[in-house]
């Protein structure tokens, strides 16, 4: 007998999430990818993810973390209480965040094991891109003897409100209908695939498979491509894969690739190797969730410029020549095969279109994840990655720029540096005795080092006096942890003895001088952004950062290095990778992509390399915090706090 | 040094026409597809050519034809007067048609050579299915670093006011756009498709190639297919040609051919056959033009609903079942290599709409070309193909229904039988001695007789007494014209020694019966369709007669033979192949074409094959004129005063 299901109302976040009967509240609180704090993984041993139960049927395991006047509030843990009957449940401050590590403000389902934008992704309209409906058409008679396509065309009209003149069809599918309506006794599934300005009806299938529709969204990075699966019929998040981007043999930034490309005939080779890199990520992903290629109907990609280029297989010298041009921002849609991706082979891809030369598909993304161009106050987007793209501005107007922070928060060019995976340390802790407390990503043995983790490695080791503030370690302190080699000083943050490498994961001189450029770059953008609008620092009320970091970033640390400026934490989030965000809001509305379009055509590009005033800054940004350490008053506090 | 074009406005059809100075006012109707009549063909002996020179520099030949008070009045010869400046020429009645041979009422620009629409179309905007334009696109500068996608489209759009959302293109298109663009120094010629929906940047080329746009107009019959071909910068027609429908070894009517292809496994080889004509026929107009097929960007095919079913692929075993479904009436424009048609690669294939599995797209065409769907009054249009097909209506309503007449009036299945070409018997009369004059298409020497020349030949022998009412020889009559051979009776109309053939063409008792059949299944489809409207042929304003007769079609044999009710000449016009030049409308302009497929919408089928009173009056019409002498009071007077 199948288990009832039961719905389980999450508040604030006024999202309900329908699970089965004897599945836990943190159950329900993942798969609707909803922020529950919940460092122990859910064994109810950290007790961090307390909820109030606020009315329905539960089962709570007993639990030494709740103490008697909470229980009398309704609080129960997560973890620990099996749905039984509909329910609606408070999320906790505390339990939204665990502010010793992350701020995400009011954007808890940007966290979460899926760092999925579900929630966030319903305030549009849910109307996938490539859309399945079935249809019960009426048999023809001699008194009703609409021809095949035409009746097919009318089913589809009464069922989703799409006017007749608006549907197209390829000839293939019109080759096939007859016998397949026949055969189907007129119950017939349609995939529809939603082009600006007509819908194509893509495939037509025997009966209802119309729950069978799934899409992939591809953050496509210089460093790293990461590719959700999603369920289109459910608007649900299925499962997450990443991987580097194979092009990195051919250069760490774009404009190495570009040249590399140029130089040696290579762009085919370009196209064809991020191709299959989206292709192999599609491929593990089927393959876990026992779905077939004929499954996924729609990809829709997030890149910056270059690699959107790459990718459709678009010529993008010009983008490195004066006066920097892309062959194409807003690329239609087309099939999917056409670049040689695959998946069903009526399938289409999507690409987010971009600003222009050095502002990609992956900040429009972002700033629709945000709905930045619905801002009310002066906000700023950061999207760090290889480089790090800047957006300022609100509804009325928005600026970008992008500066070249290199790839190293994403665990390029560091000794132990990896990207944001399993066995990742993305948190870590120093103490006064030097000694080191690291978390990470799934609670593994350590195995390298990622973004989030190297920032906040950076901030703790100045905070701690291992480092001085021009990022050099300070040899006379007290630890064996710090030792020289033959290639200079390094810091071990976690012992070979205790990593799944079985190799020491250290820091040292020549990474912490790296991250101290990428994040100097970062920060110079910002600043030179910000004062060429006239504006200070202060003037801004929100601040998004994105990027392919942990799933916990701290945002505390950004700041007492220096990359972000010193704003109060509460007015900053951290929303993830946007990029890939933004495309699932696409997939999941195409109300989404139109707007996605509108907000690429909305936004000024300001060019940071041909402004005096960005080199200047980055020289001053390249120390911990900054030369001008007034311009981080709460930083100034904080080391004169623990030095 | 280049001769001087001149304007040349003829009224009162108020078409002007560009020509050559030193080129004839003749020269110039024909080229603008305006009927003057010129029966010798231009050489200035027949006289019937007369213009009246309104204003303007001439140059005339002498000539007896024009009396001196004609001269007065500015009578000249059109074939004899040269264009030597900017001219208004009108057109006199007499000139208009021909009253001893064709009426073609107000509608003298569907006979003539071309027997083309171009004047007609010259009703709706000029805008081809598939445009050229030539854009200078301004520069990029870091001032301007619109994207070169972006820039191609802005620059449509300020050319033609399609705005940005409707533009699509292929990625192809787009990963050859920076090279051209530079290429061409931002100079460039797009070719632009028209979708029901939006427009697809076709193909970007070098420079101003905006005037070397081709189209061809394709009426797909089932026993001949006609093709024009046209240049689309123009709005004219640039030469014709046809062919037979090679199918036709498959069978005559379409049905057979639905059989075969059923019980043969043979789809495809009907597809390809069909693809094959077309290819042939476009290949000999791209030859003799001096063109070549990547020239060619379009192909607008009308057809009957089988004939278009083969031709894209589709499958039509359903068109011969209960309740006899076409697979799609509407079919969205593709590439025409998608069915193996050979023109630019780019190009695309559109077909007009059709009603139903028995009326097709030709159909459609006709109603357009002779815009019955504006009529005021009651109309009547009439397509004689293999099949009969009759629109009864106006503005307001269109019933529409259709009689299987057979291919005899095409010129198979009857001895001597052939299309309307070269050297065809187009008109036939018979001197009360049993004398035949012959009139052939071109002036060649006979080498059959078509359509309108069967239809003036029945009427001629029953008039002249060489056949009864019933339709046999009397064999009583004087002359060795008619013989008996081994096949029964047959009477010669032109002997062997002045055929191109070396065999006489004679007419048979088999070939009669067969025309009687033919006639006969109009004319009851006629009579069923407008009786059960309620309505009596009296009812009837306008009759347009469609078919791919000859240049000539004498209304008045057609009446007398009984194909047509006995309605004053007055009230039908003759307007050649509707079908083709409904394509041509359509290609010359997409506001036609998208009124096209309203057409096929608002037409409703009528069928005769369920009606009881079908068969009644097919067996009372296998009679010259009719079993009912009475309802043919014409043409009882004519025989009485012949007899």
């Known amino acids: 007998m199948k288990n009832s299901n039961y719905k389980v109302h999450f508040f604030p976040v006024d999202v309900t999430v329908e699970i089965e009967q004897g599945k836990t509240i943190l159950d329900a609180a993942y798969k609707g990818d909803i922020f529950v704090n919940a460092l122990c993984g859910g064994d109810g041993t950290c007790g961090k993810c307390k909820v109030i139960h606020g009315s329905g049927m539960i089962e709570s395991m007993p639990t030494t973390h709740v103490s008697v006047s909470e229980a009398q509030k309704g609080y129960v843990l997560a973890c620990s209480t099996k749905v039984m009957g509909d329910l609606e449940v408070i999320i906790p401050e505390e339990s939204k965040l665990d502010k010793s590590q992350i701020l995400v403000g009011n954007f808890p389902q940007f966290s979460g094991s899926l760092a999925a934008a579900t929630a966030k992704t319903k305030h549009f309209k849910q109307d996938p891109l490539v859309n399945k409906i079935y249809l019960e058409l009426p048999q023809p008679s001699l008194d009703d003897s609409v021809a095949d396509y035409e009746r097919l065309c009318q089913g589809i009209m009464v069922k989703t409100g799409i006017p007749l003149e608006k549907l197209t069809a390829n000839i293939s599918v019109l080759k096939h209908l007859p016998k397949l309506l026949r055969e189907s006794k007129w119950m017939v599934t349609v995939t529809l695939g939603h082009h600006h300005s007509f819908v194509e009806i893509l495939e037509v299938q025997l009966g209802d498979v119309s729950a069978n529709n799934y899409g992939v969204a591809v953050d496509v990075g210089t460093t790293t491509v990461v590719a959700h699966l999603l369920d289109l019929s459910k608007s649900e998040t299925v499962d997450i894969e990443a991987t580097y981007n194979s092009q990195i043999k051919y250069g760490d930034d774009y404009i190495q690739r570009i040249i590399y490309a140029e130089q040696n005939d290579a762009m085919e080779v370009m196209q064809e190797g991020i191709a299959e890199d989206i292709n192999q990520l599609i491929s593990t992903l089927i393959k876990r ?80 994840a945000v709905r930045q161009d619905e801002a009310e106050v002066l906000s700023l987007l950061i999207d760090i990655g290889t480089n790090g793209e800047i957006v300022l501005g609100s509804k009325d107007w928005m600026m970008c720029c992008s500066a070249s922070a290199g790839p190293s928060f994403e665990g390029s060019g560091i000794s132990c540096g990896m990207r944001a995976a399993k066995g990742a340390i993305e948190k870590v802790g120093i103490t006064s005795t030097f000694d080191v407390i690291c978390k990470t990503i799934g609670n593994a043995p350590a195995s390298g080092i990622c973004g989030s983790g190297l920032l906040d490695c950076l901030a703790n080791l100045v905070r701690s006096g291992v480092i001085d503030r021009t990022g050099n370690f300070q040899k006379g302190i007290n630890t064996e942890r710090l030792r020289k080699t033959d290639n200079g000083y390094e810091f071990v943050l976690v012992s070979k003895d205790k ?145």
Chains 1, 2 share one sequence.
């Open 289 to 368: 969730n026992n779905l077939s290629i004929h499954d996924v109907n729609a990809v829709v990609c997030a890149g910056n410029t270059v690699m959107t280029h790459f990718l459709l297989g678009l010529d993008p010298t010009n983008i490195r020549k004066e006066p920097y041009l892309s062959s194409a921002n807003l690329v239609p849609p087309m099939r999917a095969s056409e670049v040689g991706i695959k998946i069903n082979n009526h399938g289409l891809l999507y690409t987010l279109p971009c600003v222009g030369a050095y502002v990609g598909g992956d900040i429009s993304s972002g700033v629709l």
């Open 499 to 643: 990593t799944s490498t079985k190799r020491d994961v250290v820091i040292t001189q020549a990474d912490i001088q790296n991250i101290i450029r990428s994040k100097a770059a970062i920060y110079s953008g910002i600043s030179t952004l910000v004062e060429s609008m006239g504006m200070g620092m202060n003037d801004i009320e929100q601040l998004f950062l994105a990027g392919g970091f942990g799933n916990y970033l701290d945002i505390r640390s950004a700041i007492t290095i220096g990359m972000l400026p010193d704003v109060p934490v509460t007015k900053v989030q951290f929303v993830g990778n946007s990029s890939v965000i933004g495309a699932k809001m696409c997939l999941f509305s195409k109300d989404a992509y139109e707007i996605a379009g509108k907000i690429a055509s909305k936004m000024t590009y300001f060019d940071l390399m041909s402004n005096n005033k960005y080199m200047e800054e980055y020289v001053s940004a390249n120390f911990l915090p900054h030369t001008a350490i007034e311009k981080f008053p709460s930083v100034a506090e904080e080391l004169r706090v623990r030095s």
